[in-house]
């Protein structure tokens, strides 16, 4: 986190409007890219530069939704209950605001800022002495923004913001836009803020207008240029809504190749922003990192596996297709091709689990081998056990789950269900095909079947009754 005194900055995010351009009945900033809203990408770079204490998001718009949303975060709101604008939402906020020297203001909708941006502004903004400092760029398509009108060429001061669409046509030609970022000094802007008009198509009060009103009441105002555009968009249609996430996911991929991690087709891959890899993991195409997964180093992530809010120790194979969810895979684990892990499983060291075996809150200890077409659910699975294909734990009544406890160095046959509750005691054997539903003591086998019956020429007596019902008597011809 940057070394700013709380009591000196206080960053203010607008979060109130309802993107009406998107067609969506979400709040705008609530619209996800790289696995998380807007808003969070936001507060989450503001969170470096002053404690989330001192970070204001002005909501509006669903405003007890948007809350809900970033509540975790810790900072705080304040409502814009009707909105007018981009200036009426910092009026809006200046009870909050007014005990700070400084404030920035940034938008809810442009999730790519990062830290280091916003700490090289309020720097550039202190060191002109500057009661307002704006963000400009020059993006090769101006179009739709306001530019910014210099006394000079060449100069950093700024006389005013201007409108696209009240340009006048000698202004047309400029190419310095306003990004929408800024710092200013407290006393002034509160001290002027009120002198906004709505003099627009729109009837809003717009923060831009500050720049003149400040520069007219003898102020200084200032241009920081960036020299990445990008970082400060938004996105006014579920398109350029994609277009940020393909961004923000493309540089996560990369983040994660710098370090040491092989991503092959990082552009077929969905890799959320605050996933963590380890150097020396392969990832491979059509992968899906989501959430706040973690992984280890010398893992292997096949195609078309989908891994989310997971911990993956190091030399974890995940075989094509797994789908795991909110659980812990320990170092050397190998599981699939389509196992699926449901939340609260941890499975632990050289654990196997292979095809089509499903886990439910199942704890499998070191070297445990469930190798097809398995349920277990919550289930307890001691160290070395194997689990044979088709086992299920039946773990629902109807009413309540129960659980199920195996032992160390047990063998469950092929096509068995243990009706929970049960224990499966040490080094014990089960028959395959059993319907375990009583303690299996250690060191035991259980066998709950049906006893086997065989009639010995049988089959051959009943297929020559088939044959004689279907000949005809020769007699009869």
């Not at 720049?211 to 200032?222: I, N, S």
């Not at 190998?334 to 939340?343: A, D, I, V, W």
């Not at 734990?393 to 009706?419: E, M, P, Q, R």
Request: net charge neutral; aromatic share 4%.
């Amino acid at each position: 986190m940057a070394s700013v005194e709380s009591s000196a900055l206080a960053i203010v995010i607008m979060a109130a409007g309802k993107g009406t351009r998107l067609k969506s009945r979400r709040p705008k900033v609530l619209h996800e890219i790289g696995g998380k809203p807007l808003l969070s990408h936001v507060i989450a770079a503001a969170a470096h530069i002053v404690p989330p204490a001192h970070i204001y998001a002005v909501v509006g718009h669903q405003a007890q939704d948007v809350k809900a949303a970033v509540a975790a975060s810790g900072i705080r709101f304040v409502e814009q209950a009707v909105q007018r604008g981009t200036g009426h939402a910092v009026q809006s906020a200046k009870d909050a605001i007014k005990g700070y020297k400084n404030v920035l203001v940034l938008s809810g909708d442009a999730p790519l800022i990062q830290p280091e941006t916003l700490s090289a502004l309020l720097r550039f903004h202190q060191a002109h002495n500057a009661a307002m400092t704006l963000t400009s760029a020059e993006p090769a398509e101006p179009t739709g923004y306001g530019r910014v009108i210099h006394p000079a060429s060449g100069s950093v001061d700024v006389v005013a913001i201007v409108e696209q669409n009240m340009l006048a046509p000698e202004q047309l030609s400029l190419r310095e836009v306003n990004m929408g970022l800024y710092a200013f000094r407290t006393a002034p802007l509160l001290a002027h803020l009120d002198k906004l008009q709505a003099a627009n198509p729109l009837g809003e009060l717009y923060l831009t207008d500050m720049a003149h009103v400040l520069h007219a009441a003898g102020e200084r105002v200032v241009a920081f240029q960036t020299a990445d555009p990008n970082e400060l968009l938004g996105a006014n249609t579920i398109a350029e809504m994609m277009a940020l996430d393909a961004s923000l996911r493309l540089a996560t991929a990369r983040r994660l190749m710098a370090a040491g991690v092989t991503i092959f087709r990082p552009e077929t891959c969905v890799i959320d922003a605050e996933v963590e890899v380890a150097p020396d993991t392969v990832i491979e195409p059509f992968v899906q990192l989501l959430g706040r997964t973690r992984i280890g180093s010398d893992c292997r992530i096949r195609s078309y596996t989908v891994v989310e809010n997971c911990t993956l120790g190091n030399r974890v194979v995940l075989l094509q297709s797994c789908v795991l969810a909110d659980s812990s895979i320990a170092d050397g684990a190998n599981l699939g091709p389509f196992t699926r892990l449901r939340p609260g499983c941890e499975i632990g060291e050289d654990v196997h689990m292979g095809n089509f075996v499903e886990g439910k809150k199942a704890k499998l200890r070191k070297g445990v081998k469930a190798g097809h077409l398995a349920y277990l659910g919550d289930a307890e699975i001691g160290e070395d056990s194997n689990i044979g294909a088709g086992v299920i734990t039946c773990n629902y009544d109807g009413i309540s789950k129960h659980a199920t406890t195996i032992g160390k160095n047990v063998f469950i046959g092929s096509d068995s269900t243990l009706v929970a509750p049960v224990t499966v005691g040490d080094g014990a054997y089960v028959g395959a095909g059993s319907c375990i539903t009583k303690e299996v003591p250690p060191g035991s086998l259980s066998v709950g079947r049906a006893r086997q019956v065989t009639k010995e020429g049988w089959a051959e007596a009943r297929r020559a009754r088939r044959h004689a019902q279907q000949t005809p008597d020769q007699s009869e011809r």
